[in-house]
């Protein structure tokens, strides 16, 4: 069995349920950011921390194959039953070329309510940042449950071969409203 480096440098959330619009999803959690927002009207942006899947270990990958991404999210009003988003800004750098693929807003109940395709082109293995701003503009419920997250599937490349370095991964950033 491999071992698996995953850092995280700030809170990192458990994983509680990953389901896309059209069924349980199969990718690996990488443990985001709970960042926590406070109940009440107007506009705010919040900025998680950096997670990094780290995959140098792994059989097959190159000495490089690591991917870092963060979120800032751009929120209206947040109340203890909804957050309203209406963007999220995803920023990836990678030692290794990689690929984003399907974007998720995940309500509470773990149901997507709005999804969608990175287009903003492969991620390059130069360390640039790369970014890509989604508009979302919902009340995303809560179903009773603490948090609501964004879920960012993402892979790899292999040495001499297909984005398949490691397992596929998913980047999740969360939500949580407090008093």
Do not use: H
Not at 13 to 38: E, H, Q, Y
Not at 123 to 142: E, W
């Amino acid at each position: 069995m491999y071992k698996r480096k995953v850092a995280v440098t700030l809170l990192a959330a458990s994983f509680l349920a990953m389901t896309s619009g059209t069924g349980t999803a199969s990718a690996k959690d990488i443990p985001g950011f709970v960042n926590k927002v406070k109940v009440g009207g107007g506009s705010r942006t919040v900025s998680s921390g950096q997670v990094q899947e780290d995959n140098t270990d792994l059989s097959g990958c190159k000495s490089n194959a690591w991917l870092i991404g963060s979120a800032k999210w751009t929120l209206g009003a947040v109340s203890k039953t909804s957050i309203y988003v209406k963007t999220i800004q995803l920023t990836y750098r990678a030692g290794v070329d990689s690929t984003v693929a399907g974007q998720f807003m995940i309500r509470g109940n773990g149901g997507s309510v709005w999804s969608s395709r990175w287009t903003a082109a492969q991620i390059k293995g130069d360390g640039t940042n790369r970014s890509q701003t989604f508009t979302i503009n919902k009340s995303v419920p809560l179903d009773g449950r603490s948090q609501i997250w964004f879920q960012s599937n993402v892979s790899m490349t292999r040495t001499g071969g297909a984005y398949d370095c490691g397992p596929d991964t998913s980047f999740t950033y969360r939500l949580q409203p407090v008093s």
